[in-house]
């Protein structure tokens, strides 16, 4: 793929990640700000065929990222902007998404069912249904989302040829279900990891408290294909914080929590595999958990520092039920009901 510089626009330059190579075999795919790729796409899309024109609202729900990107780019694109977040949008960034033109809207209250997620859908279609003129990205159903990650595909193949495994957080099901889905075009024995955190709909587990954000969900979202996935791994908030620690420490990357558990299992499957090329997917850089993950006293005060991260996942029989620190199940490219109904008796442990 031939990358010209310089670039029209910012996002255009920082929607491309960096390919690092972290091990003999283990690579990183690292975004400053991984959610552009959708968003810069389908809102460009969207004003090509004039669904967007130029008094349209654009509105949507989002818990962090997927909102700066749109921000950054509806300020490109000179559109107006109303975002529905919860408290996971804290004060540094409700600032920066303010300050590119975001009006920011936060649900203080869960919805019965969804949560969080839940009530933001709600007070999304309200504010839809005032404005007739509105787009919404629908990052959660748009198939737009996963489509727009064969930008990614493309670089990785053209950059790395074989690739045997990409490891990734799931969250919205665009990423990995895009990038894994157009590499095995070319590389159909690629394998597919996805990473979830405990108490997360997305892979079969109740709905739960998850202090863990940016990967998982209350509700399935339609962009979720499971049969993209060989295996799906569960880490703890501690395990993600420790690790993000870890990949800053030992290879100078300041990234999220949510590139910190990606990266573990990565590690952990790239090292027990030595002879595979592995591709580790991390999305965000870490400017927001400064006063957080990367705050000894804080981590602390939660606990964090004193629960034992294990070395080798638990692998479960049955996805359902939350276990430990980290957990991982074979999902083996299977639909959602395919692996619910095959499960018999008691959920355990192997």
Same mark, same amino acid.
């Given at each position: 793929?031939?990358? +010209? ?49 130029? #008094? ?29 977040? #919860? ?40 504010? *839809? ?9 629908? *990052?959660?159903?748009?198939? #737009? ?43 159909? %024995? ?14 079969? *587990? ?38 993000? +620690? ?17 990266? %573990?299992?990565? %590690? ?31 981590? +602390?005060?939660?606990? %964090?520092?004193? +629960? ?43």
């Amino acid at each position: 793929m031939a990358i +010209r510089a310089p670039f029209d626009e910012v996002t255009a330059a920082e929607e491309i990640p960096k390919l690092i190579q972290l091990t003999p075999n283990l690579y990183a795919a690292s975004f400053t700000l991984m959610k552009l790729i959708p968003a810069r796409y389908i809102l460009r899309k969207a004003a090509q065929t004039g669904e967007i024109g130029p #008094d349209t609202l654009i509105v949507e729900t989002t818990s962090g990222t997927f909102g700066l990107a749109l921000a950054m780019q509806a300020a490109r694109l000179g559109r107006r902007l109303v975002l529905v977040s #919860d408290p996971a949008i804290d004060d540094r960034l409700y600032r920066r998404l303010t300050d590119l033109g975001a009006v920011v809207e936060r649900v203080r209250e869960k919805a019965p069912v969804g949560g969080y997620q839940g009530a933001r859908l709600a007070r999304l279609a309200e504010i *839809q249904a005032e404005n007739p003129d509105s787009f919404c990205p629908r *990052q959660y159903s748009n198939p #737009d989302n996963p489509g727009s990650y064969a930008l990614v595909a493309e670089l990785l193949a053209e950059s790395l040829g074989q690739i045997d495994c990409v490891v990734g957080p799931v969250g919205s099901g665009g990423s990995m279900c895009g990038t894994v889905g157009s590499l095995r075009s070319l590389l159909p %024995h690629c394998r597919a990891i996805g990473v979830d955190t405990p108490y997360s709909v997305l892979f079969g *587990q109740p709905d739960g408290h998850r202090g863990l954000r940016g990967l998982g969900n209350s509700l399935m979202p339609q962009n979720l294909d499971h049969q993209v996935f060989d295996s799906v791994h569960w880490c703890s908030e501690a395990l993600a914080y420790q690790a993000t +620690r870890r990949l800053h420490q030992r290879f100078a990357m300041f990234k999220g929590p949510t590139s910190g558990a990606a990266f %573990h299992v990565a %590690h952990w499957w790239s090292t027990s595999n030595p002879d595979s090329r592995t591709v580790v997917m991390l999305p965000d850089d870490g400017y927001r958990y400064q006063d957080t993950v990367y705050d000894d006293t804080w981590l +602390r005060a939660a606990g %964090h520092l004193d +629960r034992a991260v294990p070395g080798v996942p638990v692998f479960l029989d049955d996805p359902r039920t939350p276990y430990g620190e980290w957990s991982a199940y074979e999902w083996g490219r299977r639909t959602h009901d395919e692996v619910i109904s095959s499960i018999g008796g008691l959920a355990g442990v192997r």
